[in-house]
C-alpha cells in the first residue's frame, strides 16, 4: 500500500493497483483476489428527538483491475456500496473463498471471483465449519431472530425454525435449539442431508453419534448424558462442554479442563489446557 495526499492506495512494484483515492485500505486479502476499500462522508443519524451528523465509512470490494464488485439485493436493485460495520473486516478476510457484504441492514454472500452465492438478504450470515455449509439469520416485525442452515446453493438445509444451530463434524449432525422460537417445541438433530434423526423435549446442548448431551438450567444447572444404544443416563456437574472425540467430550470443571469418556464415566486431565 501507499499513501499519497493523505489518502491511502495500492502498487504492485511501481505498477498502480488502486488509485490513491481512499481514506482507510484494508490491503488484498488471502486470496490475493480483494481488497477492502472506504471513503469517509458525513451521514444522517436520526432519533425522534434530533437529527445529526455523524462520520460513516461506505466501501467498495476491488479486484486487482480496481473492477468494483455489485451485487443484486432486494427488489432486484444493485449495489457496488456497501456500509462499513464493526465485524465487515473479520467478515471480509475470515475466510480463504468467501466474504460477506452488508447493504442497508442486509447480508449477502459473495466469492473471492465476484460471484454472488447469496441473493435474499439475511441479517447476519457466518461461516460454519463445514465448507458447504452457512448459518444464516433473519429478523421478524417482533424483532425475533431465527437462524437457520444454507448449502452454497441458497437451498434451505434446515429451516428457520431455531434460535440456535451447532454442527458435529465428526459424526456429521447438526444440533438445532428450539427456544425462544419455538418454546414448545423439540430440539431436534439432523444429519447432514437435512433430514431429521431425533427429537428431544430437553434442551441438546451437544450430540454425538450414540450419546445425546442435555444441558439443564433449572433449578440448577447440570448435563444429563444419555445413551442413544442403552437408552440409560447419567449427571455430569461442569461449567462448560464441548466435543473432543466420538464418545469423549472435553469438560470445564473450576479452573480446568478434562477428558470425560461418556462410557465409562471416567474424567482425566486435559494436558493441552
Known amino acids: 500500500m501507499f499513501k499519497e495526499n493523505l489518502k491511502w492506495g495500492i502498487k504492485s512494484g511501481e505498477s498502480v493497483l488502486i488509485k490513491a483515492v481512499y481514506d482507510t485500505l484494508f490491503n488484498f486479502n ?28 461506505l466501501c467498495n470490494y476491488l479486484n486487482s483491475k480496481a473492477e468494483r464488485l455489485s451485487v443484486k439485493t432486494l427488489g432486484n436493485d444493485t449495489c457496488s456500496v456497501f456500509t462499513l460495520a ?20 442486509n447480508r449477502y454472500l459473495v466469492d473471492k471471483d465476484f460471484k454472488q452465492i447469496t441473493f435474499k438478504g439475511y441479517y447476519e450470515i457466518d461461516f460454519t465449519d463445514v465448507a458447504e455449509f452457512i448459518l444464516a439469520k433473519k429478523i421478524n416485525n417482533a424483532n425475533l431472530i431465527s437462524v437457520g ?20 463434524t465428526k459424526d456429521s449432525l447438526i444440533i438445532s435449539c428450539s427456544a425462544i422460537v419455538r418454546p414448545n417445541a423439540e430440539d431436534d438433530i439432523f444429519n447432514f442431508e437435512g433430514k431429521k434423526v ?12 450414540n450419546f445425546v448431551i442435555h444441558k439443564i438450567y433449572e433449578p440448577k444447572e447440570y448435563y444429563v448424558i444419555y445413551n442413544v444404544e442403552k437408552k440409560d443416563e447419567k449427571i455430569l456437574y461442569a461449567d462448560e462442554i464441548k466435543f473432543f472425540e466420538q464418545d469423549e467430550i472435553l469438560i470445564h470443571i473450576k479452573n480446568g479442563w478434562y477428558i470425560y469418556n461418556m462410557v465409562t464415566g471416567e474424567k482425566k486431565p486435559n494436558k493441552q489446557s
Not at 442452515?149 to 458435529?168: A, D, G, H, R, T
Open 30 to 57: 488471502v486470496s490475493t483476489k480483494v481488497c477492502l476499500a472506504c471513503y469517509k462522508t458525513m451521514g444522517a443519524s436520526t432519533n425522534k428527538f434530533i437529527k445529526t451528523l455523524s462520520k460513516i465509512y
Open 86 to 105: 464493526k465485524n465487515t473486516v473479520n467478515q471480509f478476510s475470515q475466510n480463504q473463498s468467501y466474504f460477506i457484504v452488508s447493504h442497508k441492514g
Open 149 to 168: 442452515l444454507l448449502n452454497l446453493k441458497e437451498e434451505i438445509v434446515i429451516p428457520f425454525q431455531y434460535s440456535e444451530i451447532k454442527i458435529n
Open 198 to 209: 431425533a427429537g428431544y423435549r430437553r434442551h441438546i446442548d451437544m450430540a454425538t453419534k
